[in-house]
C-alpha cells in the first residue's frame, strides 16, 4: 500500500526519519519504540547504529508483527529488535521509558490520534524525540 501510495518515495521517507532519530553509534544505550511498526522498516533503520541501539516495535496487527519477527531473524536483527502486540492508544509500557518515539504511516489507522500522541509523550523520556512521517 505505502508503494502505490507514495510511488515508492516511502522508502527514502523512511531512510530520512531513521536518520532523525540519530541514535549513538557508541555503545551508550538507546531505546526506540517504533509505533505502529508491524514489519518492522523503521526499527531495522534505527537498529543499524549498533551498539546499544535497541528497538521496540509495537503494532495491533498480530499478522505484521509476525512478518517483521521473520525478518529480524533473517536480517541478524532479533537481538536488537523485539516485537510487541498493543495499541497505540495505549501503550503497555511505563513513563519514560524511550529515548526516541516514532509513527510512521500507521498513523492513518489510529482511531483516536490526541490519545496517541498523549501515550507517545507519556513514555518519551525527558529530552527524548517523537518522530511521525
Known sequence: MNDLMSGGLHRAWK?????????????RPFALLDVAGGTGDIAFRVAQAG???RATVLDINADMLAVGRARA???GYDDAVTFVDG???ALPFPER???AVTI???IRNVPRIDAALKEAF???RT???FLCL
Open 15 to 27: 531512510d530520512v526519519l531513521a536518520n532523525t532519530v540519530n541514535p549513538p553509534k557508541g555503545s
Open 51 to 53: 551498539g546499544g541501539t
Open 73 to 75: 531473524r533473517d536480517q
Open 87 to 89: 495499541n497505540a492508544e
Open 97 to 99: 521509558s524511550f529515548d
Open 104 to 106: 510512521a504511516f500507521g
Open 122 to 124: 507519556r513514555v518519551c
Open 127 to 129: 529530552g527524548g524525540r
